[in-house]
Structures are given as structure tokens and as C-alpha cells.
């Protein structure tokens, strides 16, 4: 009777020990971790050069088919539309953006970043913060959504 109950016993533990196997150490989960922020830094480091560089179409290349850019004037919506926006956004004046990340993290295939900004435009500098969504896609980080949201102007 004994020996019946120590097969299932044997594959219980084996199917525990694949299992284990299976869970990524503490030291995988920091090396994933630190992969994510040099890959989104990269990523950040890049958007920033080719929008100051008047790139809107590398720009735009960053972005999900179907993501979502929110400004303070509205919100659009697919790679057509934020490509017009980031257009007329470069063509408008803006310029010399700067971009600190503040935090960022992932889970899966998505990941977030979060920081302040500020932007030259024709008459002003703004300053504000932004949030990013970005999703794994074929092995490449794409912003899903793009929130920024200025800070108020002062008043005279």
C-alpha cells in the first residue's frame, strides 16, 4: 500500500520542482527590470534627438498602429493622427524638448514611464509631465498611449 502512494508523492514533487524551474529567480526579475529601463531610456533618448531634429515620421515610428497621444487640445488617436500632430506640432515651433524620467516599471509585455518635460515653443518654454504605456510588440517597446499635460501658465 505503501508503494502506491509514493508514486503520486514522486510526481507531485517532480511536477513542484518544473514548477519552480519555471518562476524566474529574484535576479531574473532585476535583470528584466534593468533591460526595460535601458531599453525605454534608449527609447526616450531617441524620440526626444528625432523630434528636435524635425523627424516627424521617425517620430511617429515609436508609436502602436493604433496608440493614443493626449495633449492639452485634444487627443488622437492611430499612427495617421499623431503623425499630423507631431507634424504640425514641429512645424509650429516646437523645439529643444528635454525629458526626465522620474520612474518607470514593467509587468509582462507592458511598461510605463513617468517624468516632467519642457518644450520651446515660438513665444514660450512649457514645462509639464507625461505618462507613456508602452506595450512589447515582436520584440519591440511601442508607446500605446501618451498623456502630457502642461503646467499651468503663470499670470502676470
Known amino acids: 500500500m505503501r508503494k502506491g502512494h509514493s508514486v503520486p508523492a514522486v ?3 517532480l511536477a513542484l520542482m518544473m514548477l519552480a524551474q519555471d518562476r524566474p529567480s529574484a535576479s531574473s526579475a532585476e535583470k528584466t527590470s534593468e533591460n ?3 531599453e525605454l531610456e534608449e527609447l526616450r533618448e531617441s524620440w526626444v534627438q528625432e523630434f528636435n ?6 517620430v511617429a515610428a515609436f508609436y502602436a498602429p493604433e496608440a493614443e497621444l493626449m495633449r492639452w487640445d485634444g487627443t488622437v488617436h492611430g499612427y495617421d493622427s499623431i503623425l499630423a500632430e507631431l507634424k504640425r506640432s514641429i512645424s509650429g ?3 529643444d524638448y528635454v525629458v526626465h524620467s522620474l520612474h518607470n516599471e514593467r509587468s509582462g509585455d507592458l511598461g510605463y514611464d513617468t517624468g516632467a518635460y519642457n518644450v520651446t515653443l515660438r513665444d514660450r518654454v512649457v514645462e509639464g509631465n507625461y505618462l507613456i504605456v508602452l506595450k512589447s510588440m515582436n520584440g519591440q517597446w511601442r508607446i500605446v498611449a501618451h498623456a502630457s499635460v502642461a503646467n499651468p501658465r503663470e499670470r502676470p
Request: hydrophobic share 45%; proline share 0%; aromatic share 6%.
Open 11 to 13: 510526481l507531485i514533487v
Open 36 to 38: 526595460f529601463s535601458v
Open 53 to 58: 531634429s524635425g523627424n516627424a515620421e521617425k
Open 93 to 95: 515651433g516646437a523645439h
